[in-house]
C-alpha cells in the first residue's frame, strides 16, 4: 500500500476537503495541521491524524502541500521538525500552495538538493471547488512525476493542466489567473456599487448584467452575496486576494511589465482588508466602492 500512501500537509479550507477525497478514494492520507479541530474531521473522514510532520510523511514516497504561501512551505519542508528530517530521497513533493514564481523555482532547487522530485501545482476553484473535487490544477514538473502523481490530482480536481516542466512556470500560470480574478472580482464589485449608490434593484441589475455581455465567471459566483450583502460566510476572504494581488505586483515589478488594472483593483482589497473586514468574504470588495459617497445619498 506503500504508493497509496500519502503524506498530507496543510489542512484548512481547501486542503482538508481535498483530504477527505483522497481518504474515500481509498487513498492512506496521513494528514498533519496544527488545528486539532482539522485533525479531528481528518479523522472522521478516513484519514490518518498525525501529531507531527515527521510522522505524516513516514513511510510515503508522496506529500501533498496545502498550507498557506510559499514561507510556510519552506519552513514545512526544511525548517526543524520538517519533511527534510524524515522523507528519503525520491519522494515527490506535490505542492498546492500559491507563492510566487521565484519561491516555487527555489523551492524545486532545494528540493533536487535533497534528492527529492518536486511538482510546482497551484490550484484554482476556491473552498466549493475543493468540495466537489473540480479544482483546476497547473503543474509544472518533471512528466514522469507528474504521470505518477496523475491519481492523486485526478481525485482533487477535475482539470490536471501541464503547464510547464521547472518549478516556478506553475506558480507564474496562477499569478496570471489571480491577475484576471482580482480584476474581475473588483469591477464586479464597483458595479454592484454604483448600482447601489444609484438605488436601483440589485437583484435586477445583476440579473441583467450577469447574462448580458457584461457577465462573468466571478460576476455570477459572488453577485448573488453582492446583491444579498452576504460576506459573514467567506468561501474565500479578501485577504487571499490581498495576498494574490501582492504576487501580482511583485512579479510585474521584477518583469517591469505595467499592470495598473491589477494594481488597482489591489488598492479595492487593501482597502476593504484595511478598515477591518479582511477575513469577510472575498465578494465584500463592493464595500471598498459604496464608501466612496452616503449611500442615502440618490443620483439626479
Given at each position: 500500500?506503500?504508493?497509496?500512501?500519502?503524506?498530507?500537509?496543510?489542512?484548512?479550507?481547501?486542503?482538508?476537503?481535498?483530504?477527505?477525497?483522497?481518504?474515500?478514494?481509498?487513498?492512506?492520507?496521513?494528514?498533519?495541521?496544527?488545528?486539532?479541530?482539522?485533525?479531528?474531521?481528518?479523522?472522521?473522514?478516513?484519514g490518518v491524524a498525525c501529531k507531527s510532520?515527521?510522522?505524516?510523511?513516514?513511510?510515503?514516497?508522496?506529500?501533498?502541500?496545502?498550507?498557506?504561501?510559499?514561507?510556510?512551505?519552506?519552513?514545512?519542508?526544511?525548517?526543524?521538525?520538517?519533511?527534510?528530517?524524515?522523507?528519503?530521497?525520491?519522494?515527490?513533493?506535490?505542492?498546492?500552495?500559491?507563492?510566487?514564481?521565484?519561491?516555487?523555482?527555489?523551492?524545486?532547487?532545494?528540493?533536487?538538493?535533497?534528492?527529492?522530485?518536486?511538482?510546482?501545482?497551484?490550484?484554482?476553484?476556491?473552498?466549493?471547488?475543493?468540495?466537489?473535487?473540480?479544482?483546476?490544477?497547473?503543474?509544472?514538473?518533471?512528466?514522469?512525476?507528474?504521470?505518477?502523481?496523475?491519481?492523486?490530482?485526478?481525485?482533487?480536481?477535475?482539470?490536471?493542466?501541464?503547464?510547464?516542466?521547472?518549478?516556478?512556470?506553475?506558480?507564474?500560470?496562477?499569478?496570471?489567473?489571480?491577475?484576471?480574478?482580482?480584476?474581475?472580482?473588483?469591477?464586479?464589485?464597483?458595479?454592484?456599487?454604483?448600482?447601489?449608490?444609484?438605488?436601483?434593484?440589485?437583484?435586477?441589475?445583476?440579473?441583467?448584467?450577469?447574462?448580458?455581455?457584461?457577465?462573468?465567471?466571478?460576476?455570477?459566483?459572488?453577485?448573488?452575496?453582492?446583491?444579498?450583502?452576504?460576506?459573514?460566510?467567506?468561501?474565500?476572504?479578501?485577504?487571499?486576494?490581498?495576498?494574490?494581488?501582492?504576487?501580482?505586483?511583485?512579479?510585474?515589478?521584477?518583469?517591469?511589465?505595467?499592470?495598473?488594472?491589477?494594481?488597482?483593483?489591489?488598492?479595492?482589497?487593501?482597502?476593504?482588508?484595511?478598515?477591518?473586514?479582511?477575513?469577510?468574504?472575498?465578494?465584500?470588495?463592493?464595500?471598498?466602492?459604496?464608501?466612496?459617497?452616503?449611500?442615502?445619498?440618490?443620483?439626479?
Amino acid at each position: 500500500m506503500k504508493e497509496k500512501t500519502i503524506g498530507f500537509i496543510g489542512l484548512g479550507a481547501m486542503g482538508s476537503h481535498s483530504a477527505r477525497l483522497l481518504a474515500k478514494a481509498g487513498f492512506r492520507v496521513q494528514g498533519f495541521d496544527l488545528n486539532p479541530v482539522a485533525l479531528k474531521a481528518l479523522l472522521s473522514d478516513g484519514g490518518v491524524a498525525c501529531k507531527s510532520i515527521s510522522e505524516a510523511v513516514h513511510g510515503v514516497n508522496q506529500v501533498l502541500l496545502f498550507v498557506v504561501n510559499g514561507k510556510q512551505a519552506e519552513q514545512v519542508l526544511f525548517g526543524s521538525g520538517g519533511v527534510k528530517e524524515t522523507a528519503a530521497p525520491g519522494t515527490t513533493i506535490m505542492s498546492c500552495v500559491t507563492m510566487a514564481p521565484s519561491e516555487a523555482s527555489r523551492i524545486g532547487d532545494l528540493c533536487r538538493e535533497q534528492g527529492w522530485r518536486f511538482i510546482d501545482s497551484p490550484v484554482s476553484g476556491g473552498t466549493a471547488g475543493a468540495a466537489r473535487g473540480s479544482l483546476t490544477i497547473m503543474a509544472a514538473g518533471e512528466t514522469a512525476a507528474i504521470e505518477d502523481c496523475r491519481p492523486i490530482y485526478e481525485t482533487i480536481g477535475q482539470r490536471l493542466m501541464v503547464v510547464g516542466s521547472e518549478p516556478g512556470q506553475g506558480a507564474m500560470v496562477k499569478t496570471i489567473n489571480q491577475l484576471l480574478c482580482g480584476v474581475h472580482l473588483a469591477a464586479a464589485g464597483e458595479a454592484m456599487a454604483m448600482a447601489k449608490r444609484a438605488g436601483l434593484d440589485l437583484q435586477a441589475v445583476w440579473d441583467v448584467v450577469n447574462y448580458s455581455a457584461a457577465g462573468s465567471w466571478m460576476l455570477n459566483d459572488r453577485g448573488p452575496r453582492m446583491v444579498a450583502s452576504s460576506f459573514d460566510t467567506p468561501t474565500s476572504a479578501v485577504d487571499i486576494f490581498v495576498k494574490d494581488l501582492g504576487i501580482v505586483a511583485d512579479v510585474a515589478r521584477q518583469m517591469r511589465f505595467p499592470v495598473p488594472l491589477a494594481a488597482t483593483a489591489l488598492q479595492s482589497f487593501l482597502g476593504v482588508s484595511g478598515a477591518g473586514n479582511g477575513r469577510q468574504d472575498d465578494a465584500a470588495v463592493m464595500r471598498y466602492y459604496e464608501g466612496f459617497s452616503p449611500l442615502n445619498e440618490k443620483v439626479s
